[in-house]
C-alpha cells in the first residue's frame, strides 16, 4: 500500500522532487482520502467552502463557471495529474471559484488543508512546489491585467477569451448569447458573428447555438 501511495504522490506537483523517506514520513502522518466520481457526477460546486487539497489522479474533469454578471459560462477539461484551485485553499474567501464535473470514471485524492500546517508545511520541497505554483498563477493574471487590449475586434476577442483561460491547452467551450458578447466587445452582432464564422471556415472554433467551441487557444494567438 505504501509503494502505491508513493508512486501516486510521485505524479503530483507538490510532490515532486521529494525523497522517498519524506513522501514515506508523510504517507505514515497524513491522512489521504481517495474519491471515485461518475461520469457527469459534480465534485465541487462554485462557491462551496475549499478545505481540501485536492488532487485529479485517474481520468479528466471539466471545470465550469459562471460569470457574475451571469450572462455566460466557460468550460475547460483537464486530465490528471492537476491539484485543483490551489490558490482558493486560503486566503479571505476560501471557496471554489468554479464548478467540477467528472468526465468519465474519475478518481481524487485530497487531504484536509489542517495537515498543511501540521505536516506538510515542515518540508521545504513542497512548500516551494506550492508557493511556485501560487506564483505563476499570478503572474499568468499580471501579465494579462497588463497586456494591451488590441484594437481591432479579433484580437479584443482573443484577448477576452484567453483571459478566461487557467491554462491555454486543450478544448474550452464559452456558453453565450451572440448579442451578450457583442455588447461585452462593446462591437456589432453582425461584426462578432462575422469573426466567429471565419474562425470556423478556418477549423479554429466549432459554432452551435448560444455554444462557441475553442478547439485550439494557442493557436489563435498565431492570428
Known sequence: MAYTMYDTLLQIPPFQGM????LSTIIEKV???????????????????????SFLISGQIASETIAPCGRFRFEEYYNQPMIIEPHSLFGKNPSYKSSYIAEGETALLTIDKRYFYSVLDCYEVFRMNFFNML????????????SITPQE???????FIRGLCTNLQGTKILYIK????????????????NVLNKWQEEGLIEMRRKEFVFLDVENLRAI
Open 31 to 53: 491522512k489521504f482520502n481517495f474519491m471515485k466520481f461518475a461520469d457527469k457526477e459534480v465534485i465541487f460546486r462554485q462557491g462551496e467552502r475549499c478545505d481540501n487539497l
Open 135 to 146: 506564483s505563476n498563477r499570478a503572474e499568468h493574471l499580471y501579465s494579462h491585467i497588463w
Open 19 to 22: 525523497s522517498r523517506s519524506e
Open 178 to 193: 451572440m448579442e451578450d458578447l457583442a455588447q461585452l466587445l462593446d462591437d456589432t452582432r453582425l461584426n462578432v458573428s
Open 153 to 159: 475586434l479579433e484580437g479584443r476577442l482573443i484577448h
